[in-house]
């Protein structure tokens, strides 16, 4: 039988904007929710308003973003539903209710398969499938929900420095890693992210040990998972937890003073060198080249 997909559109306030570009190509219906309590960052609000759609919909399958936050709702709405959870899937197969999926364990090492029995939550890592494209004139259902009474409440808002580009949106990623001997020497690399109008990553030593980078910025396992047309890794030893986060980018430069370095097994160009003489050259480079 042919499943039927179904959207689910959160937030406050006017949401027909949000719904019309969920309107892609297969989408039978969308479910609005609006509510005053959506529009703060909170994840238990949207665990309740996923609870009263999910009691709606009756679906065999719930797919979810293998996001920060979607990490976080998954496991609480299947754990208020009673269903089973399966989080950052590369595969997934339905059969009826139950479902089989292949997720990635050991850091990226082993594939492991898993099963479901009944109805359950599966998380997919952003970026894993390409957008969704096309139109449809989905039927569109608001649902209402009542908050339950929360346990955390937000006290205040710090918003981002505006002007950086996220690595998660950026075509061209430039990393730096613990080859870099002091904070100040990354704006080094800063002129490079510069001339390749791209943005900085960083491996994990630099943003949760020594705190010279935002924890945004991190790629990796407990990072973000990026694919840019071209990563260049600086001084990045290339271990699994980095690797993890990065391999799936089209082009992958290297620049480790290292010959042995594991990056060097995972990139299509590597530079054999030290850094510091390498990164200067680059943008001298790039800079005549592209004219900027
Ligand atoms: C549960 C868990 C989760 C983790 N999650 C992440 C994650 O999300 N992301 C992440 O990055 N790591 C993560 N890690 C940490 C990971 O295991 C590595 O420790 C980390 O990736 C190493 O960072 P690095 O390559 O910058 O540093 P190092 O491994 O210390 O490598 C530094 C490299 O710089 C090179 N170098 C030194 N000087 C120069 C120079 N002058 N010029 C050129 N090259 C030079 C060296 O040859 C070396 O290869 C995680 C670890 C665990 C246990």
Redesign the pocket.
């Known amino acids: 039988m042919q499943k039927e997909t179904f959207v689910v559109v959160l937030g406050a306030g006017d949401l027909s904007e949000q719904t019309k570009k969920a309107s892609v190509s297969g989408v039978a219906k969308i479910f609005e929710v609006s509510h005053d309590s959506l529009k703060d960052s909170l994840t238990s609000p949207v665990v309740d308003a996923l609870e009263a759609v999910f009691l709606k919909a009756n679906p065999d399958l719930v797919l979810m973003g293998a996001t920060k936050k979607g990490k976080e709702i998954a496991p609480k709405l299947a754990t208020r539903l009673k269903i089973g959870c399966i989080s950052d899937a590369l595969k997934v197969v339905q059969d009826g209710k139950d479902c089989t999926a292949q997720r990635l364990v050991w850091g990226g090492n082993s594939i492991a398969t898993v099963k479901s029995s009944g109805v359950a939550i599966v998380t997919i890592p952003p970026r894993s499938y390409e957008p969704a494209s096309g139109s449809s004139s989905p039927e569109v259902a608001k649902v209402e929900f009542q908050p339950k009474p929360q346990r955390v409440v937000l006290l205040g808002k710090k918003e981002k420095p505006k002007g950086q580009v996220s690595i998660k949106d950026a075509d061209v990623i430039v990393s730096a890693?613990?080859?870099f001997k002091k904070k100040e020497d990354l704006a080094l690399l800063d002129e490079l992210v510069k001339v390749l109008n791209g943005a900085m990553g960083a491996?994990?030593?630099?943003t949760s040990d020594l705190g010279w980078v935002a924890e945004e910025r991190?790629?990796?396992?407990?990072?973000t998972t990026v694919k840019p047309k071209l990563y260049i890794a600086v001084?990045?030893?290339?271990?699994i937890?980095?690797l993890t986060?990065m391999r799936d980018s089209k082009i992958v430069v290297a620049?480790?003073?290292?010959k042995n370095?594991p990056i060097f097994q995972e990139c299509d160009y590597g530079a054999v060198g030290?850094?510091?003489q390498i990164i200067p050259e680059l943008v001298k480079t790039f800079k005549a080249q592209l004219g900027r």
Not at 235 to 239: D, E, N
Request: charge should be neutral.
């Open positions: 890693g613990r080859g491996s994990r030593p630099l991190q790629v990796g396992l407990s990072g001084g990045i030893s290339g271990q937890q980095h986060g620049i480790n003073s290292d370095a030290d850094l510091y």
